[in-house]
């Protein structure tokens, strides 16, 4: 079925560098995506999201890229530090289902490792 | 302040126990889903409450699970008979909208395991 993934399931960057985690979709439907950090025993932690509407959307050190017409998502983390380790997921808003939710499609995660 | 919390945060049980796991989501989140997370996969989707009202269980695997939200802020997920390929990490999210474009914000998560 369709579903969101990820290119990279590992990526290893220096400290100071810069960090591109991409991330494809498959649903031309949906509206929201958004960027979770999990760090080990915690749970997915909030990052940027980014309406359909847009393309680019920056936060602090992250910026967010949407690609409709290849359908490619991808987060640029700035001058990486040793607490952005984590596993990074993309995750998408289809938009209502039959029932009126509207739940996240998740991919299976990206790791980062900061070498210091 | 406070974000959505679960309890117990570590569940182990023989297979056919029942068993309880509770979400408590941001004071005055109106959406409530429970997401269920392998090791190395994303969450996914299990089931879903506005207030209330369970709107969408259609992510549940089977009629041994359930959940409810009776007063439209805690919630259970409970799942009877327990079975070995229901050990996982059950996580709880809540946003703050009944509609689509809302942050959902999730909880620690409690890790089933049955034995």
Known sequence: GESVGLHLPTLSVQEGDNSIINCAYSNSASDYFIWYKQESGKGPQFIIDIRSNMDKRQGQRVTVLLNKTVKHLSLQIAATQPGDSAVYFCAENRGPSGAGSYQLTFGKGTKLSVIP | ?115
């Open chain 2, 1 to 115: 302040g406070a974000g959505v919390s679960q309890s117990p945060r570590y569940k182990v049980t023989k297979r056919g126990q029942d068993v309880a796991l509770r979400c408590d989501p941001i004071s005055g989140h109106v959406s409530l889903y429970w997401y269920r997370q392998a090791l190395g996969q994303g969450p996914e989707f299990l089931t879903y409450f506005n207030y209330e009202a369970q709107q969408d269980k259609s992510g549940l695997p089977n009629d041994r699970f359930s959940a409810e939200r009776p007063e439209g802020s805690i919630s259970t997920l409970t799942i009877q008979r327990t079975e070995q390929r229901d050990s996982a990490m059950y996580r709880c999210a809540s946003s703050s909208e009944g509609g689509g474009g809302e942050t959902q914000y999730f909880g620690p998560g409690t890790r089933l395991l049955v034995l």
